[in-house]
Nanobody
Framework: QVQLEESGGGLVQAGGSLRLSCAAS????????VGWFRQAPGKEREFVAI????????GYADSVKGRFTISRDDAKNTVYLQMNSLNTEDTAVYYC???????????????WGKGTQVTVSS
């Protein structure tokens, strides 16, 4: 079992930045791809970013490409999501999830954190 815990969310003005962390416990994250997903009120959970097991392959939703950067530090058993140039449409609960395979489909993920709220004010 892999336990995941997100942190780093909060309230930020439009144009600002936040860095989210996804810390794992129970098992090492190194064999897993890790994805970030988000869910806004009244909307379905959507893919944001993904990083493969080695960190050599990353992928992003079109809506965040060029603004968000995913990275991992396996020594710290943590994956990060650096979010820049935030806008009000980025407001959501952000979740990290782990899976052995590289996939942007949230239904394939076995392990999830409880989420961290990101609120962007105009």
């Amino acid at each position: 079992q892999v336990q995941l815990e997100e942190s780093g969310g909060g309230l930020v003005q439009a144009g600002g930045s936040l860095r989210l962390s996804c810390a794992a416990s129970g098992r090492t994250l190194s064999p897993y791809a890790v994805g970030w997903f988000r869910q806004a009120p009244g909307k379905e959970r959507e893919f944001v970013a993904i990083i493969n097991w080695s960190g050599g392959i990353t992928g992003y939703a079109d809506s965040v490409k060029g603004r968000f950067t995913i990275s991992r530090d396996d020594a710290k058993n943590t994956v990060y999501l650096q979010m820049n140039s935030l806008n009000t449409e980025d407001t959501a609960v952000y979740y990290c999830a782990a899976h052995p395979s590289y996939s942007s489909d949230p239904s394939r993920y076995d392990y999830w954190g409880k989420g961290t709220q990101v609120t962007v004010s105009s």
